[in-house]
């Protein structure tokens, strides 16, 4: 079943010079990543995930959490972008500027080809120094978790609950979401801070918001546009409409 994708959003589209995207679990859903909510199936269904990814959470049991990073680490490593990804990093060559912002940690939209992406959450592929907080990328993994070369132990470079977005991220998302004609918000539930607040920013600046999710979201009602399906689905026909009327 297609998803009807209204022609005024599509003219807005086609008329837009500045693009800004948010993405969430959801566009990597169809890659086979559990979405982070469901990513604690099996063994790490007892545990909450706002424990896990958390620096109270690694003090009280780094190998527990270094042991979840490094599964995930592993289910990524073996897995594709899917048509979502691989549509956004088409849509991208349309316009002036496009910057994909996405909370993954997973490099998906790397790998599809994108270029412009802003990591708000960091990467689970990089490893950091817990004291110094310098990424590391050599290590003798000869215990769990694996300690610097300072004696403090290491951890995934990625940004847990009560800790600062790097800064940097932060302000070119900001400015893109500021500066927008059409945000897209797709696979993501829109409750985790300061993210969420993105797309709201892009509607209080005068963009045209639509979201791509097959359930309904907190953003929802907000939204100029609700397109209820798959990104893997509505992003590649989003792309056909465009090329189109071209
Ligand atoms: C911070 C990395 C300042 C680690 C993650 C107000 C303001 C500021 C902060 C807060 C605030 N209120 C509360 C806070 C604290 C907190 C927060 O927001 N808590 C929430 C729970 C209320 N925020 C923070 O702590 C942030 N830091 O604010 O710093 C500060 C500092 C100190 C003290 C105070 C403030 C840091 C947040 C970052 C945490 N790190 N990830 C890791 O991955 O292990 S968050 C992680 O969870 C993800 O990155 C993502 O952000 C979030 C999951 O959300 P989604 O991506 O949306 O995924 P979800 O599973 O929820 O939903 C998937 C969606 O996809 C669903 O809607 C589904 O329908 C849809 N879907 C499914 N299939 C498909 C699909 N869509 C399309 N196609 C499909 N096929």
Known sequence: MSIAIPQELIERLAAARRVAVLTGAGISAESGIPTFRDALTGLWARYDPQELATPEG????????WEWYAER???????????????????EQRFEQFTLVTQNIDS????????????????IARVKCSAEQTVVSEYAATETPPRCRCGALLRPDVVWFG????????????????????????????????????????????????????????????AH??????????????LARLAAIA
């Open 73 to 91: 680490r592993a289910r990524i490593a073996g897995v594709a972008p899917n048509a979502g990804h691989m549509a956004l990093a088409g849509l």
């Open 225 to 238: 546009f609700v397109l209820p399906g798959a990104a893997g689905k509505v992003l590649p026909a989003l």
């Open 58 to 65: 690694f003090a009280r049991n780094p190998k527990l959490v």
């Open 108 to 123: 998906l939209h790397q790998r599809a080809g994108s270029r412009e992406v802003v990591e708000l959450h960091g990467n």
């Open 163 to 222: 800790e600062m977005l790097p800064a940097a991220a932060l302000a070119r998302a900001e400015e893109a979401t500021e500066h927008c004609e059409v945000f897209l918000s797709i696979g993501t539930s829109a409750q985790v801070y300061p993210a969420a607040e993105l797309p709201l920013r892009a509607l209080s600046a005068g963009a045209t918001v639509v979201e791509i999710n097959p359930e309904r979201t907190a953003l929802s009602r907000h």
